[in-house]
């Protein structure tokens, strides 16, 4: 249809002054402000269309401009037109350009295709009719976009009748749309995480790139153009090889996919379950699951298939396979060495190298195991032990005089002490026998040890069997009987002893008290 190039004021005043019959079209155009040929040129579609001044009162605006700009009759194309959602869903494919789709459609359509820039400007005219966000190009199996939705969704303990948020996690494909949810008890980095992984699992692979926001959860230290992962993530992403890219800060144009999933999940999943009463975060994500199938397997709108079928399609071929383990999640916790070796978790000690006795590490906790990082060295590991006040030490972090106290039993202490002689391995066993635990013993006989390295095995010998003799058989008697030579005496030679008192003048005689 012509498009009037004068208001349709003007128009009216044209025809009613073409009416009136005594002004020339020179005339009416100055009157009006307009050109001779626009006089001209309205005269000739009234005639054409049998539209007087008496008629044209009659119509309304849009009536009038029907019956004065009919449409032009349309010419038969010989052009046969491309199919645009089939160049819309190839450009996502790694290397494929419009000009290799443009070959290919006058290939197929030799003598009736469109030239390249017609071809160009048809595909770019009818993917503006599409929305914003997939106009954006995504090339297939290349980013995971993932968030979480704002609405969450309530939990109710059955026993007290408390309510808890859930919250919703969103992830979805660029090229496909191919979108997966959860909920989880929190938004904290273990929850992160692991609905990372669980949207890898429902993939069935690993994508080129992970784009998630710049939540603190998973950032340390959040930055516009260098960001710091968390430690978590950075394990995520090793553990899968898979990048990360996060989106800019305060920037959701940088990640428009996952922004339009979380819209979707909140009108076709969580919408529909805002009358149901959930009891367990497991009920809820049963529900989420069933309603998951039902929102991937829906038509597109604009284009064919849908988000299932365009998964099969274009992603799933190009995704990178899963690794044979599944990524257990860890949390962290920073300690201090105590002084002996040992660092508290949750009431149970664990062991260190003796060595970083007061040095600051930090502690690696998964379902099974603890590890105790330096440095970001792993220098222990542990299995995880529930049990409050206990000790889990490995013997190669102990020093080197602790581990030989640990290495020592009640049978190789009497084996020592016989080696020594009877007397000797007589008194080790009184240790063992006379204590209401072995080990309360090894000290006492591992002085006795000393006390051989001091005097030598015979003194200490000689000293047991005096020790013995006078119905003393402990480790200070001997000690003292060594230190005061009494083991080179026989045991029948009398003990000297001190006649009478020294003299002195502080000393009181018998006729003090009389």
């Given at each position: ?14 025809l009613q002054l073409l009416h009136g019959g005594t002004l020339s079209t020179r005339q009416i155009g100055a009157a009006l402000g307009i050109s001779k040929s626009t006089v001209s040129e309205i005269a000739s579609y009234a005639r054409v269309a049998g539209?007087d001044w008496t008629l044209a009162q009659a119509l309304s605006d849009e009536e009038l401009q029907a019956r004065l700009y009919r449409p032009p009759v349309a010419r038969q194309s010989q052009h046969l037109e491309p199919e645009h959602a089939h160049i ?27 030239k390249y820039s017609a071809f160009c400007e048809k595909y770019k005219a009818w993917a503006r009719r599409l929305k914003r966000s997939m106009r954006q190009t995504h090339e297939a199996g290349d980013k995971l976009f993932v968030d979480y939705a704002g ?364």
């Amino acid at each position: 249809m012509p498009t009037p190039r004068v208001t349709m004021n003007k128009l009216r005043h044209t025809l009613q002054l073409l009416h009136g019959g005594t002004l020339s079209t020179r005339q009416i155009g100055a009157a009006l402000g307009i050109s001779k040929s626009t006089v001209s040129e309205i005269a000739s579609y009234a005639r054409v269309a049998g539209v007087d001044w008496t008629l044209a009162q009659a119509l309304s605006d849009e009536e009038l401009q029907a019956r004065l700009y009919r449409p032009p009759v349309a010419r038969q194309s010989q052009h046969l037109e491309p199919e645009h959602a089939h160049i819309h869903r190839e450009l996502r494919r790694p290397g494929v350009t419009l000009q290799l789709l443009w070959e290919e459609y006058q290939q197929q359509h030799q003598g009736q295709a469109y030239k390249y820039s017609a071809f160009c400007e048809k595909y770019k005219a009818w993917a503006r009719r599409l929305k914003r966000s997939m106009r954006q190009t995504h090339e297939a199996g290349d980013k995971l976009f993932v968030d979480y939705a704002g609405q969450s969704v309530p939990i109710v303990d059955a026993s007290t009748g408390e309510i808890t948020r859930a919250q919703v996690f969103v992830a979805v494909l660029g090229a496909s749309n191919y979108t997966y949810a959860c909920a989880t008890a929190s938004q904290k980095a273990p929850d992160w995480v692991a609905s990372i992984i669980a949207a890898l699992e429902f993939i069935g692979g690993v994508p080129r790139l992970l784009v998630p926001d710049q939540p603190r959860a998973l950032m340390s230290r959040p930055d516009r153009y260098e960001p710091t992962a968390h430690r978590l993530l950075d394990e995520l992403s090793a553990h899968y090889g898979l990048p990360v890219m996060p989106a800019r800060p305060a920037k959701p144009r940088d990640k428009p996919k996952v922004e339009v999933a979380v819209q979707v999940v909140e009108r076709w999943i969580l919408a529909r379950l805002r009358h149901q009463s959930f009891y367990s975060l497991g009920a809820l994500n049963r529900a989420i699951a069933a309603l998951l199938v039902d929102l991937n397997q829906r038509a597109f709108k604009k284009l064919p298939g849908c988000r299932a079928s365009a998964f099969a399609e274009l992603d799933a071929p190009l995704l990178r396979p899963l690794p044979a383990v599944r990524m257990q999640i860890a949390r962290f916790k920073r300690a201090r060495v105590n002084i002996d070796y040992h660092v508290e978790l949750d009431g149970h000690y664990y062991s260190v190298p003796h060595a970083l006795v007061g040095q600051a590490v930090e502690l690696r906790i998964t379902a099974s195991t603890v590890e105790v990082l330096h440095a970001s060295k792993r220098v222990a590991a542990h299995v995880l032990n529930a049990r409050r006040g206990a000790h889990t030490t490995a013997p190669e972090h102990m020093p080197a005089s602790h581990r030989a106290h640990l290495e020592w039993t009640p049978a190789k202490l009497i084996a020592w002490g016989e080696r020594m002689g009877a007397a000797t391995a007589a008194v080790v066993r009184w240790q063992m026998e006379h204590r209401q635990h072995p080990e309360q013993g090894y000290r006492s006989c591992l002085g006795l040890m000393r006390l051989a390295r001091e005097y030598g095995s015979e003194r200490l010998e000689a000293a047991c069997a005096r020790a013995q003799a006078i119905r003393s058989p402990s480790y200070k008697s001997i000690a003292s009987i060594l230190g005061c030579g009494l083991d080179q005496r026989p045991l029948d030679a009398p003990i000297p002893t001190q006649a009478s008192l020294p003299l002195h003048e502080n000393l009181r005689g018998p006729g003090y008290y009389h």
